[in-house]
């Protein structure tokens, strides 16, 4: 997760995206500025809370969230992958 989220800062600086104030906000601004698909973006915004929630609140994690996530959400990240790959290859 906290790849996705620093990748996304990257493009996001290299594009002269400024002022973002959290990692929602990241992948939020992927979506607007068209790097990803804005609904894709909407659907994984929650990866970010979701990470925030296994660094800092571990001791009280779902473990029963965490296994959902690893079962039906891994698709994503290779979504996400292949949206930067296209971005990158048009750079």
Do not use: C, W
């Not at 990692?23 to 990803?36: D, H, S, T, W």
């Not at 973006?41 to 970010?48: E, L, R």
């Not at 990470?51 to 009280?60: F, G, K, P, S, T």
């Amino acid at each position: 997760m906290q790849v996705v989220i620093d990748i996304g800062a990257h493009i996001l600086a290299a594009e002269g995206e400024t002022g973002i104030e959290d990692y929602a906000e990241v992948i939020g601004r992927l979506g607007k500025k068209g790097i990803i698909p804005k609904g894709f973006s909407d659907s994984i915004k929650g990866m970010a809370g979701f990470r925030n929630i296994l660094v800092h609140e571990y001791a009280d994690v779902d473990i029963e969230k965490v296994y959902e996530v690893l079962q039906t959400r891994l698709s994503d990240f290779r979504k996400y992958v292949k949206y930067i790959s296209k971005y990158a290859s048009r750079a």
